[in-house]
């Protein structure tokens, strides 16, 4: 089946470390998007990519950084300058024309321990 | 920049009444709207969308919508809520100048019975 992956589904990350998400999906889909979810703040947008090899910053880019080397892989590296990183983090694909919609991986929490 | 606002953190409904959810959006030309429901810990679930055709949508699991263009409203009703419609449901706006969609703040629907 198709779909999109996201792991794990919970990470821990201690005070000054970076950890990477990881976004995989076998759609076929040229558009890859991270968006961060916090409570009563619905979903922003950290980073999102249209083709390989090519990426924008969204709304709150600091403190994160990605990459999009195949189509298939995005993967969301949160760095120690985020100085507020547990939430839960989702990562969406879609055709290239945004009005087609997203389909969405399951999501991973990350908390500051 | 396009916009949405959900009017409603919380709606709370008994089992077999309707549901109404408001959103309202800001734009300088005709959008793409959508509708999400997201269930705890989970990836969100397109439920429906507007692209310039029928003004009034129909979804999955008997949820419609109306676009009002007079308004600039995209409300999402059922004509009779189900246990299983509890959850958070996300209001979207398709942004064409940046290619990715902007969310609103979720709704969180209570359903009691």
């Known amino acids: 089946d198709g779909g999109i992956t996201q792991s794990p589904k919970y990470l821990f990350r201690k005070e000054g470390q970076n950890v990477t998400l990881s976004c995989e999906q076998n759609?076929?889909?040229?558009?890859m998007y991270w968006y961060r979810q916090d409570p009563g703040q619905g979903l922003r947008l950290i980073y999102y990519?249209?083709?390989?090899?090519?990426?924008q910053k969204g709304d709150i880019a600091e403190g994160y950084s990605v990459s999009r080397e195949k189509k298939e892989s995005f993967p969301l590296t949160v760095t120690s300058a985020q100085k507020n990183p547990t939430a839960f983090y989702l990562c969406?694909?879609?055709?290239?024309?945004?009005?087609?919609?997203?389909?969405f991986g399951s999501g991973t929490r990350l908390t500051v321990v | 920049a396009q916009s949405v606002t959900q009017l409603d953190s919380h709606v709370s409904v008994s089992e077999g009444t309707p549901v109404l959810l408001r959103c309202n959006y800001s734009?300088?030309?005709?959008?793409?709207l959508f509708w999400y429901v997201q269930h705890p810990n989970k990836g969100l679930q397109l439920l429906l969308k507007?692209?310039?055709?029928?003004?009034l949508v129909k979804g999955i699991n008997g949820f419609e919508a109306e676009f009002k263009k007079s308004e600039t409203s995209f409300h999402l009703t059922k004509p009779s809520a189900h246990m299983s419609d509890a959850a958070e449901y996300f209001c979207?706006?398709?942004?064409?100048?940046?290619?990715?969609?902007?969310f609103g703040s979720g709704t969180r629907l209570q359903v009691q019975p």
């Open positions: 969406a694909s879609s055709i290239r024309d945004p009005n087609y919609g997203y389909t």
């Open positions: 759609l076929n889909h040229d558009a």
């Open positions: 990519s249209q083709i390989v090899n090519d990426f």
């Open positions: 734009s300088s030309y005709s959008p793409s």
């Open positions: 507007y692209t310039s055709a029928a003004t």
């Open positions: 979207a706006v398709s942004d064409t100048g940046r290619r990715a969609l902007t």
